[in-house]
Nanobody, 121 residues
Framework: VQLQASGGGLVQAGGFLRLSCAMS????????MGWFRQAPGKERDFVAT????????DYADSVKGRFTISRDNAKNTVYLQMNSLKPEDTAVYYC???????????????WGQGTQVTVSS
């Protein structure tokens, strides 16, 4: 299984980015998907998750109302739309695939390589 994350970059505070994560090697629609992030010197934290059919989502309190997770099963891709970005959103963002729609990092089976998001003040 391969998860390829993309879309990171440098943006000013208040700006937006859309991350993408494409899966290959497995049936994408069988997996719930999640996004996590890790800032320098900190642990990896949950950001958002979406069920296999897109019917249900969950978000960390810190991103609610600003970030939106979505998926396109025909394209084997999950997205993270990030609006109103803040400097504290700066981190490496990772996508993950698992059998449960959970906030628990250890319950995900497969991980992407990460994409850097930097928000300048």
């Amino acid at each position: 299984v391969q998860l390829q994350a993309s879309g990171g970059g440098l943006v000013q505070a208040g700006g937006f980015l859309r991350l993408s994560c494409a899966m290959s090697g497995r049936t994408f629609s069988r997996y719930h998907m999640g996004w996590f992030r890790q800032a320098p010197g900190k642990e990896r934290d949950f950001v958002a998750t979406i069920t296999w059919d897109g019917a249900s989502t969950d978000y960390a309190d810190s991103v609610k109302g600003r970030f939106t997770i979505s998926r396109d099963n025909a394209k084997n891709t999950v997205y993270l739309q990030m609006n109103s970005l803040k400097p504290e959103d700066t981190a490496v963002y990772y996508c993950a695939a698992g059998r449960l729609p959970t906030t628990e990092m250890k319950l995900y089976d497969y991980w992407g390589q990460g994409t850097q998001v930097t928000v300048s003040s």
